[in-house]
Every structure is written in C-alpha cells, then in structure tokens.
C-alpha cells in the first residue's frame, strides 16, 4: 500500500502570508488556495500541481518542504495500492511534459524547492479560475483540454486511481476538492 495525500494550502492561520491575485480569485470562492498531490516515499514524497508559482505557470513536480511551515498545510491521506500509484505517477508525467524516466531521476536527486516541467506541460488555466470562479453558475467558461486549475488537476489525478471519485473535475475548487475527499473515502 503506497500512502499518498492530497495537501490543501489554508491561509487563514498564517498572517505573514502575502496574497497574489489568483488567490485573491481562488477566495471568492474557497477559504483554501491551492492544492497538491504529494506521492508515497516510493516516489520521495515529491509533489505535483498545476500552478501560477515557481515561474512555470503550468503542471510541475516540486520536492516541497512542507514542515517549513507546518500550519499552512492540511493533509489527507490517499491510500493507494502500488500500481494505482505507478498509474497517477504515469498521469502526472505525462501531464507535467515530461518522461516517466525524467520524473523517476528528478525524484530520486530533487531538493527542497526544485521543480520539473516541460514547456509541453498542461497549462494553468487563470481563465478558468478567473471566469469559473467568479460566475459559478453560469458557466461562461467551459474546460480547455490543455489547462487545468491545481483542484482541477488534483482531483483529476484521484480520478485515475478512483474513477468514479467526483466526475466534474473543472468544478471544484481547493476547498471542494478537500470536502469532497474527507466525506468521499
């Protein structure tokens, strides 16, 4: 069994934390900002997202040190069995642009901070959270294949392992995403 988590960012309990503006449209809708899909030790607990961080503004790996600053993380555990994890670890791959192989070594070599991505990687989709998030019901803007939001991502990479987990994944936000989780496995 392979325990991987999803880590949910909550702003609210630290105050040193300066707001960007995605956040700042991610809060109209979600008191959580951010999300991301930490693997098992098979993989060294590295993490995957899509983001507007880390200068990529796409799908990327990133060795995270989330004990830095503990209170900011929420974590659920994901429990996988080993080849459902090799089958999100395939996903994600392919979604950051870059080889199985190239994630397999970056894992095995990467320090705290650093990032792997491809320019071929799924885009971050502020449109989407611009327009989806703030005109919710109407929506005015449907999911682009090759851009995804971090809720949308995360969820998507559940949904390989747990098909049937939440079938609108270009619905959810971070806080839908962790509800959906708690109260789902």
């Known amino acids: ?25 991610i809060g109209l809708r979600s008191k959580f900002f951010h999300s991301e899909f930490e693997f098992s030790g098979r993989y060294c607990g590295v993490s995957v997202s899509a983001t507007m961080a880390d200068s990529c503004r796409c799908v990327r790996f990133k ?22 994890e090799a089958e999100v670890f395939g996903a994600a791959s ?15 070599t990467a320090s705290a901070g650093d990032i792997l991505f491809d320019k071929t990687a799924l885009r971050y ?5 611009a327009l989806s998030f703030v ?5 005015i803007w449907r999911p682009h294949e090759k851009w995804v939001w971090c809720s949308e991502f995360c969820c998507l990479l559940i949904q390989v392992a747990f098909p049937a987990f939440d079938g609108r994944a270009d619905e959810n ?13």
């Open 125 to 129: 989709d502020l449109p989407g959270v």
């Open 135 to 139: 005109l919710p019901k109407w929506r």
């Open 1 to 25: 069994m392979a325990n991987c988590n999803l880590r949910t960012f909550d702003p609210s309990i630290d105050p040193s934390y300066k707001k960007t503006t995605a956040d700042r449209l």
């Open 173 to 185: 936000t971070p806080e839908d995403l962790y509800l959906k989780w708690a109260g789902g496995q």
């Open 94 to 108: 392919k979604m950051a642009g870059v080889s199985r192989l190239d994630a397999m070594r970056f894992t095995k």
């Open 63 to 84: 060795k995270i040190d989330y004990e830095k600053h503990p209170t900011r993380w929420r974590k659920q555990t994901v429990p996988l069995s080993h080849e459902q």
